[in-house]
């Protein structure tokens, strides 16, 4: 037995998180360890980093008890982590990251000078070996978010690990990357390595893994073996605790026709060149495309985030002169942002103050500006409840505190609260457990079914086919197709996302 | 009772305060003249215009930012408001309207000053160090060039009476300095641009795309920092009946330490008014103990410094997430 964990339980003050969770991993296999954002996934993973310390249980690695005092002894004894937020250092080059704990060194008169050179050729081989094909002494910056993660991983593989760890490694991967990846663990588990893989994205899981593991609120639920017959609806019921009989709930509002939104040939060389398209009242207009398409720079040019060089934006049939969030939101206008940390919360304050700080405005006297704080901390709180954040306060807590599922509804509390007519969504899902993205397809279902418009941003062609009443597909910075809801096509909108264009197809 | 006490001092944010108190009460048995009338209200005068400025100084450094050039602004204020003033400038107002005029023209220097400092930040995106420390250089030496590196005397007797005088036996500037903390207190507690100033201090990325006025915000407290900065030299001014260029030259640290010790973050998006009444009185104190007990200008350097130090790191130690096991 590589890794065994017996009755490991963790709290945090008053927290419980982890409430006696055993399990075994084996050299060569692949445990799939699956359970929503909050269940406790993180915490037990960074246990076996050495990050923290169980409060109660032990760890057994190669049948020996093994209770890693921090970081570095886990990396030692053999045991990988590869984090979902990224720890690279992007003022420095790859060969760097890659070797930033134990550069090579050379011994020149007796004093140990860093061997660039054998950095550089071992780096080469690493960056092989996980299928990136960059140069050594590229600034990290200047890497795809993909690449990145690629790199993450090689970085893991330079301390030649016996256990990996991988948590969420493919949210900035494409799907051939992703694949790409795949047999890359494929080829380490046939090197004997043990791996635990975590992700909320389950046909990955189940693809990959030799066993499964379900967590729920810091207990061990369920264990599957493959061909154990699982199904999985049997995972999402195990994870859930509750029948999800329908994944995209129904929305029968049927978009009107008057435009909400008009945007013409808005341009950015080389990422937007030349989008056009209408919103309607009531609609939920979707945007696939691969990362890098521009899909996101177009929502981020029409709310003023970043500048574009040609095009109009037409707002209920009238051209919209000053493109600034300020002036959106007084029209009615919301963008959840894809980076839920550097962009939509305020990490060190509440929930309270978070879900207010889009609406403060309309919370205030005339004069002197004063905030009617009961008001608006019913208000928030009232909104929060709805979109059933799990938390211990909404005063007293932090929102650094929360599970990522549990951020991104506060983020989409305080949209929500600026009651908007018209709400982009820009990945709204990403990383997020099954659970909480149901309650915020619902939660848009309700929003769209009180007449409001949604553009929604996504990655993920299922979230779009069962949300959408219509798809733009963009690809190189133009839309290439345009998908109404009884015509969705799963295969058509694929290729017009991949395909190498001709020439642009307008809409 | 001393886990009870360890307690109470972890939870709350007055543990600069105990401090003082502590060093107060010290002070007071083995330093002989500091437990006097006298010295209290010296203490008391010493305090006022420096809590003015380094609550102007807390705005700014909420919001992330900081304001080298206070010390400039009340050089220039001084300055420019007394030769408004002075009879020798020949400007033949009669005392009264001339004391308005003077401290109207000096808070518009400040207010000036402060909009410069602002707009150099916000719209030309420069780091707010870079921007102060020029503006700082370049006013204190304006000051300077302005009066030949002369003091200006004569000032109208109503202006130098500001200093002594009482309103209902509450002496002027304990009533300005009250007047601003509760300004600043009603701003930063009840008012949306008070959220603001927070919010832009956490994270300016999100305050943006929240529809906060990012620009407005950090303008209006570096303006606010600059009309705190000039009531400190109309206080400064009227106390040492002259307008000086090099007037507030020796307060820049005591204010930016005093602000920083009472815990507001120099990163932005954290402190309290209280909090900067607590650092100013500490330093007040230390100042004010030091010179009694009669050690040279240096040693008190080194104490204070070696002070302020450990009472940085008591507030860190505070600051600390216990690890939980």
């Known amino acids: ?507 | 009772m001393i886990a009870q006490l360890k307690e109470h001092y972890q939870k709350s944010d007055n543990s600069i305060l105990y401090l003082c108190v502590l060093y107060y009460i010290v002070m007071s048995f083995i330093t002989p003249g500091f437990f006097s009338l006298g010295n209290n209200w010296n203490l008391l005068f010493n305090l006022m215009p420096l809590v003015i400025v380094s609550i102007g100084q807390t705005c700014v450094m909420l919001t992330g930012g900081i304001d080298l050039s206070i010390t400039s602004t009340i050089a220039l204020s001084s300055v420019v408001g007394a030769s408004f003033m002075s009879s020798d400038s020949g400007l033949g107002f009669n005392p009264s309207v001339s004391t308005f005029i003077g401290i109207g023209v000096m808070l518009v220097v400040g207010a000036a000053i402060g909009l410069v400092n602002g707009v150099a930040v916000t719209k030309l995106g420069m780091p707010a160090f870079m921007v102060t420390l020029t503006t700082m250089m370049f006013f204190s030496g304006f000051a300077v060039w302005l009066t030949e590196s002369q003091n200006i005397y004569n000032l109208p007797d109503s202006f130098l009476r500001i200093s002594s005088m009482s309103m209902r036996d509450v002496p002027i500037p304990v009533v300005a300095a009250l007047g601003v903390m509760l300004i600043a207190y009603f701003i930063l507690n009840t008012t949306v641009i008070g959220e603001w100033i927070y919010a832009v201090g956490l994270n300016v990325k999100v305050a943006r795309i929240s529809g906060v006025n990012v620009d407005g915000t950090i303008i209006s407290c570096y303006v606010f920092c600059g009309v705190c900065a000039a009531l400190g030299a109309v206080l400064y001014t009227s106390r040492l009946e002259t307008g000086s260029p090099i007037m507030g030259q020796n307060i820049l640290l005591d204010v930016i330490g005093a602000v920083v010790i009472g815990g507001t973050s120099l990163f932005g998006g954290k402190g309290k008014v209280k909090w900067t009444l607590f650092g100013v009185l500490f330093i007040s104190l230390l100042d004010n103990g030091l010179n009694l007990i009669g050690l040279s200008y240096f040693l008190i350097m080194i104490v204070k410094g070696l002070v302020i130090l450990f009472a940085a790191i008591l507030n860190v130690l505070k600051e600390r997430p216990s690890l939980a096991s």
């Open chain 1, 1 to 507: 037995m590589l890794l065994e964990l017996k009755e490991i339980k963790k709290s945090f003050g008053q927290v419980r998180v982890l409430k006696g969770v055993s399990f075994t991993l084996e050299a060569g296999k692949v445990l799939g360890l699956v359970g929503e954002n909050g269940a406790g996934k993180s915490t037990l993973m960074n246990i076996l980093g050495g990050i923290h310390k169980p409060s109660s249980g032990e760890v057994f690695l190669e049948g020996k008890a093994f209770a890693p005092q921090g970081p570095t002894v886990s990396l030692n004894s053999g045991i990988a982590l590869i984090h979902q937020e990224l720890n690279l250092f992007p003022n420095l080059t790859v060969f760097e990251n890659l070797f930033v704990k134990n550069f090579p060194r050379k011994s020149v008169a007796g004093i140990k000078l860093i061997d660039r050179r054998a950095a550089i050729f071992r780096a080469k081989e690493l960056l092989e070996q996980v299928g990136l094909d960059i140069e050594p002494d590229r600034i990290v910056e200047s890497l795809s978010p993909a690449q990145r993660q690629l790199l993450e991983i090689a970085k893991a593989l330079s301390s030649s690990p016996r256990i990996i760890i991988f948590d969420e490694p493919t949210t900035a991967l494409t799907r051939h990357e992703s694949r790409r990846l795949f047999s890359l663990i494929n080829d380490l588990r046939s090197n004997g390595i043990g791996m635990i893989y975590i992700s909320h994205n389950l046909e990955d899981v189940i693809s990959l893994s030799d066993d499964i593991a379900v967590l729920r609120d810091g207990e061990f639920i369920n264990g599957y073996t493959k061909g154990g017959g699982y199904s999985l609806g049997s995972i999402i019921r195990d994870m859930v605790g509750r029948d999800m009989d329908q994944f995209f709930p129904d929305r029968d509002n049927i978009p009107r026709t008057d435009h909400l939104l008009e945007v013409k040939n808005l341009g950015m060389a080389p990422i937007v060149n030349g989008v056009s398209f209408v919103a309607k009242k009531g609609e939920v207009l979707g945007f696939y495309g691969l990362v890098g398409a521009g899909r996101s720079e177009v929502a981020r040019c029409i709310y003023g985030l970043d500048s574009f060089e040609y095009g109009e934006v037409l707002w209920n049939g009238m051209r919209v002169k000053t493109l600034n969030p300020a002036a959106w939101i007084s029209r009615g206008v919301a963008f959840l942002t894809e980076d839920r940390r550097e962009e939509g919360l305020l990490l060190d304050q509440s929930i309270e103050k978070n879900v207010a700080l889009a609406s403060l405005g309309s919370f205030a006297s005339a004069f002197l500006r004063r905030i009617k704080r009961k008001d608006i901390n019913s208000a928030a709180k009232k909104k929060a409840e709805a979109t059933r954040v799990k938390c211990d306060s909404f005063d007293g807590q932090a929102t650094s505190t929360l599970s990522g599922g549990n951020q991104q509804k506060i983020v989409l509390a305080k949209w929500l609260l600026t009651d908007p007519k018209l709400l982009i969504l820009d990945e709204p899902t990403k990383g997020i457990d099954v659970g909480a993205k149901h309650d915020i397809y619902e939660l848009v279902n309700e929003l769209v079914g009180n007449g409001s418009s949604v553009l929604l941003i996504s990655s993920e062609l299922e979230e779009l086919l069962g949300m959408c009443d219509r798809i733009l597909v963009m690809n190189r910075g133009r839309i290439s197709a345009e998908f109404a809801k009884d015509v969705f096509n799963r295969e058509a909108i694929l290729e017009s996302a991949l395909h190498v264009m001709e020439e642009a197809i307008g809409a």
